[in-house]
């Protein structure tokens, strides 16, 4: 009962009551004012009932129509233009007003502004060693994929000379980060999506903690919807009161409005300049197998040290600052020089974000570059496999090519309708060619690429609509680097004791497919 009453009374619970209600206040507003615009119409001229009524039924369809053929001309994601239509004829004026309301899944200009002059502020400072013409030179057909990026993000730098560490579980990556951590020197930035208390985060507190105290500059960005009752509303007031700078990014406010969708779905940590972490683990205790909550939690980490880090700090300084709502000069936190290391290959860690910050989905980008680019076999491992129609047909042509294509998803899913639409995806890409495996001891959280022996990412991109369209993301893009070895061998681990799933595992319950492939025409909206 005290679990129930802890659910019932939680923040997440209450703002979701408090986004129902308003959602119901609004329209109950509308209706309100048409309604009273009826009577009024109706008293002053009562013999003009009929005409007014069949005026104002001509008048929203001439609306209706009008927004539907906005939605087919309009410059978005062509998953998301049925539900609209189909919202919008069915429900009439209201789905107008929905669309209005709800289809601009975009930051506010402010924030467009901010981000813009704090990117300002940092672009002096993106400069690589590497040349385009080295990089055709030496990665050959896997060029392409780095160049493309450059072209569309031109924070996302080229850099050899890093060393890349990958770390197959958070049981093996926790042990180094805390050692990374103690050895700071001049500052800490830490930006997740998720921070909760417990033993990881409470043994991160006490270095941070102590490192505050002995001079260290920490800051720490966490997502507030993320982050929603794992800690308290007012954490960050209590970090910054043991001198941890804290920004909650987007904090929930009780207005209609879609810029909550807009979530820091990153994982970054920068230490001293020269030291940055990313991957998909967040700072919890099931990250780390400190608590079971759906079997083993298998998630991954890649640990950079070198010239590759500048790019990681710049994500952190401009996502910071944007929130900070000011700019600064970031010239300061570059370290004089970075360590060098050979035989490292290249890396390019990149970021990607709503539109207009962010002009193409890069991340999508990125993913399709590789299974374009692969000649012999592309392995993947998401936590979620809610596709669009672009990257469905990337996998099943890459497949339908020759290319070893496999999907890890998880056996133990941590949202039942999320999981649901996933398998949803099975059927078509086994029929293309793509095999599907599900990881047997539990949930893989893990957001990887690895193709022929070559090329890997690694990050916070999930195979969904919400990471592809709406959130913050951000991974690191590798081509020859040292940690290629030891993911390929993690993944042949994965494959080991995962399930290969066939067409009959994906028919299961018709009824139930029914309701997955109905459910699908509206994900692309959330």
Known sequence: MKAFFKKVFSRFSIVALTIVLMVVLFFAVIVGVVYALLIILAHYFPNAAEYITLALVVLAWIIVIISVLHVTNRDMVPET??????CIVTLNVFGVMLYATFSAQRPSARRRRLYRAVYETTAQYEVSAVTKEQMEQDMRHWAAPFVALLTVNPSAIVHDGTKTEYFPSGEDFFPRFLEDLERAEKYIFLEYFII???TMWGSILDILERKVKSGVEVRVLYDDVGSMGKI????????RRMGIKCMKFNPFVPVVTTVHN????RKIAVIDGTVAYTGG????DEYINAVERFGYWKDTAVRLEGPGVRNFLFMFLRLYAMQAKKT???GHFLPESYPRFEGEGYVQPYGDGPFPIYERHLSEDVYINILNAARRYVWITTPYLIIDYRMRQALILAARRGV?????????????IAFALTRSNYMALIKGGVKIYEYTPGFIHAKMFLADDEAATVGTVNLDYRSFLYHYEDGVFMYKTKAIEKIKADME???SVSALQTEEDAKRSVVWRWICEIAKIFAPLF
């Open 196 to 198: 909760e208390r417990g």
């Open 281 to 284: 683990l967040n700072l919890a």
């Open 232 to 239: 308290h509303l007012n954490y960050h007031r209590k970090l």
């Open 328 to 330: 600064e000069d970031v």
């Open 493 to 495: 681990g994965i494959f």
């Open 81 to 86: 233009k049925i539900p609209w239509i189909l």
């Open 262 to 265: 807009n979530r820091d779905h």
């Open 404 to 416: 070893d294509v496999r999907v890890v998803t998880p056996f133990i899913p941590d949202k039942k």
